[in-house]
């Protein structure tokens, strides 16, 4: 009974959080931003991600494999008034906590003006 509690609760969130992007996607189709360009926006952060994972590649350590592989990544983007914010998280792996790459994109020109790596 207990897991299927736990089970309803996690569709019952996965489901509000669907709502919720769905609102705030139309919302921002309606002011004119759309979906395309929140696409393009992501395609160009991804780009340069996969870039910056293939240089990583030439450091030695153990979880190399793992850590430059970008479907170990979950991403994340959010927009103010002038820029798109896009952010890859490395999913949690063994003992690796944390590491990621924040994206900041100019919504006129889709150029990236700003790159942050954390761990």
Known sequence: MK???IALC???CAFLLLT???G???AQ???GAG???ILRACETARNSFLLQLESDKSYEWEHKKYTTDIANYSMGI???ENS???FFRLNNYKNIRGGGTLYVIEKKTFRIVRVAKYK
């Open 20 to 22: 919720l992007a769905a």
């Open 35 to 37: 979906m395309k360009n």
């Open 29 to 31: 189709e309606e002011s």
């Open 3 to 5: 897991m299927r509690n």
């Open 78 to 80: 959010s927009e103010i």
């Open 24 to 26: 705030s996607i139309s």
């Open 84 to 86: 798109y914010f896009v």
């Open 10 to 12: 996690a569709f019952l």
